[in-house]
Each structure stands twice: as structure tokens, then as C-alpha cells.
């Protein structure tokens, strides 16, 4: 069973630390108070059809393909974090720093259709639409654990393919040794844009992973979660998912991805590499420089819970980052 850690309080002090953020570690641990909090790993399942019917009525209608079968060899049986509380607290920037908002602005961002770029150091390069991208691929179900670099978690069941796949399917050239994704830049559509480029964010949202690391099969592109395609405010209609780093290296709303041979430089790096540096692998035991890592808040309980290194993962992704 986890450890629930208890302490008297809760101290984040970030860039993306908002007064909801501290409204909401206030309220759940006045919860926690007044209850002995089950473990992450102990209590019982919500989630799956239940959960489904919950669901916020922005995803409704059938689409091909879901609700996916869930693969049994990436479903170790935790509690699925609530619906409900996981569509509704976003880092989605490009339309709002509070989390609590990006679900309500999302409604002039369109995502159909949705070209993908897939180009750059590949014997194969392609534009195909995410839901081209869906078939190609398939779809199953993956129970994963997040860990965003804010020390909050939750525990999701998401849709999508393997991203080994695709770039199995675009064929990297020799010299390519990363690849690069990269968000849509829709300022109309993101009511969050402009306020972000006023600030100085080096728009749109990028990320990088080694071409090794993008090649594991925990690394998943995503089209939906929860049994139902994405919602827009996470990531809709196709993002990335590394379930063994930090949250913002799953970039959402993916419109290119490029084969490079050099390291890209994401946004969050370039804004601060000390503090989001390239690789930024779950680990306990390096703290960020404003606060520590060693204990995480999980999302829906308010529940406290020691992170784990890779969170969790060690034992499958460790390999790739042994000195050889
Ligand atoms: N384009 C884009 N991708 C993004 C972000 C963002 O602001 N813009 N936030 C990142 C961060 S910090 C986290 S923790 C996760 C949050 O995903 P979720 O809202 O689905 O929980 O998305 C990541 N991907
Ligand atoms: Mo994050």
C-alpha cells in the first residue's frame, strides 16, 4: 500500500502555482482532516463505464474505435482518479494559467480537421489527420499514473497507439536522433495565446524526446481518455503521453512532429533549463529547485503519497538510461 504522508502544509511555489491551486491543496487538506484516507492502492475502483456516464457532454457522440479494448499487460488495477476532477483541472496554457479554466474556454477551438506533420530526418515523411493516424495504428486502453512536476498525480485510463508505431511507420533516417513535437498555433482559438506571448513563452508549445526514449512501448500517443475521445482541454484531438516524466513533457494538441539529429530545446527548458531540463525522468530524489519531489498530492483525494522514481516505472524505461 502507498504512504499517505501528513503534513501540516502545502508549499509549491511556482510559475503555475495559482490562487485555485492553493484554494484547492487548502480544501483537500481540510478534507484530510477529517478522514483516514484509503491508500492510492488500496481502494476500491471507480472509473470505467461509471465513470463514463459522468462524463462531461462536450465528448458525446460514437466514434470509431471506442471505447478501446483496455490492454491487460499496462492495467495493474488502481483506482482510476475521478472523471470528473481530471477533465476539469488542466495545464492547458495556451487558454488559461488556472486550471479551472481551460475546460471552459475551449469552445472555439476546432479539431476536425486535424492534419498531422510528420516530417524532417524520415525516409517517409506524411500529413495524415489525426483520425487517419487512429486507424493506421489502432487503439487500446493503458491505465498509466501522470506526475506533474507541481508534485500533483492522478492515475488515468487512456486511448491511443503506441508512438513507436508511427515512427517505425515514417522510418527514421540514421541521423536522426530526437523528435520534436510541436502544439497547434491557433491564437483565435486560444483565448490564453496572446496574454502567453505578452509574458514572452517561446509559443507554441514544443517538446523533445530521444528518438530511444519515443521508441519504448510505454510511450503512448493519445486520442482519448476515459473511454471517450480526449476533451479538448486535454489535448484533444491527439497528444503525447511519458508516463515516466514529469507532466509537461506530454505535450497536447500535437500539429508536427520532426525527426531531428539535434536535441530540441521545449518550451518550459527554454524558458528555465535548470528547472525543466531535457530528460526530466520522475525522481524522487532531486528536488526541484523551489520545492520538493519525494511526496506527490494525488489530484481527486487530496491524498499524499510518496512519488516514485521513473514514477513507478523504473523497472521497464531504467535500462535506457544506464551509462553504456
Ligand atoms: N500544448 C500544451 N501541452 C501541455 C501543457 C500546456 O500548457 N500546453 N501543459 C503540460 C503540463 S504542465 C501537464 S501537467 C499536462 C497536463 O495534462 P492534463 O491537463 O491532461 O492533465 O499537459 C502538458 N502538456
Ligand atoms: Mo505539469
Wanted: proline letters at 8%.
Amino acid at each position: 500500500m502507498a504512504q499517505i504522508i501528513r503534513r501540516p502544509e502545502w508549499h509549491v511555489e511556482d510559475r503555475f502555482v495559482t490562487p485555485e491551486h492553493s484554494y484547492r491543496a487548502r480544501r483537500a487538506f481540510l478534507r484530510q482532516l477529517g478522514l483516514t484516507a484509503a491508500g492510492l492502492f488500496a481502494s476500491p475502483r471507480v472509473g470505467g463505464a461509471e465513470a463514463a456516464d459522468k462524463s462531461p457532454a462536450a465528448r458525446g457522440g460514437a466514434r470509431k474505435g471506442f471505447p478501446a479494448a483496455r490492454n491487460k499487460a499496462f492495467d495493474p488495477g488502481w483506482r482510476f482518479t475521478d472523471e470528473k476532477v481530471f477533465l476539469t483541472y488542466n495545464n492547458y496554457f495556451e487558454f488559461s494559467t488556472q486550471k479551472d479554466r481551460p475546460h471552459l474556454l475551449t469552445d472555439k477551438f476546432r479539431i476536425d480537421p486535424w492534419p498531422v506533420q510528420i516530417y524532417g530526418l524520415c525516409e517517409k515523411p506524411m500529413t495524415l489527420d489525426a483520425r487517419e493516424l487512429e486507424e493506421m495504428f489502432g487503439l487500446e486502453e493503458r491505465v498509466y499514473r501522470f506526475r506533474c512536476v507541481e508534485a500533483w498525480s492522478a492515475v488515468v485510463p487512456w486511448t491511443g497507439f503506441e508512438l513507436r508505431k508511427l515512427v517505425e511507420k515514417a522510418v527514421p533516417k540514421a541521423e536522426a536522433k530526437f523528435l520534436r513535437f510541436e502544439t497547434a498555433t491557433r491564437p483565435a482559438e486560444m483565448p490564453g495565446w496572446a496574454r502567453l506571448l505578452e509574458q514572452g513563452y517561446p509559443l507554441p508549445y514544443n517538446e523533445g524526446l530521444r528518438l530511444d526514449e519515443a521508441m519504448h512501448p510505454l510511450a503512448l500517443v493519445a486520442t482519448g481518455l476515459y473511454g471517450k475521445p480526449l476533451a479538448k482541454q486535454n489535448g484533444a484531438p491527439i497528444r503525447l503521453v511519458v508516463p515516466w516524466k514529469y507532466g509537461y513533457k506530454s505535450i497536447k494538441s500535437i500539429v508536427k512532429i520532426e525527426f531531428t539529429a539535434k536535441q530540441p530545446v521545449g518550451l518550459w527548458e527554454a524558458l528555465q533549463p535548470n528547472e525543466y531540463p531535457f530528460l526530466s525522468n520522475v525522481n524522487p530524489d532531486v528536488p526541484h529547485p523551489r520545492w520538493s519531489q519525494a511526496v506527490e498530492r494525488v489530484v481527486d483525494t487530496g491524498d499524499r503519497i510518496r512519488t516514485l522514481p521513473y514514477n513507478g516505472y523504473a523497472g521497464q524505461v531504467s535500462g535506457l538510461y544506464k551509462r553504456g
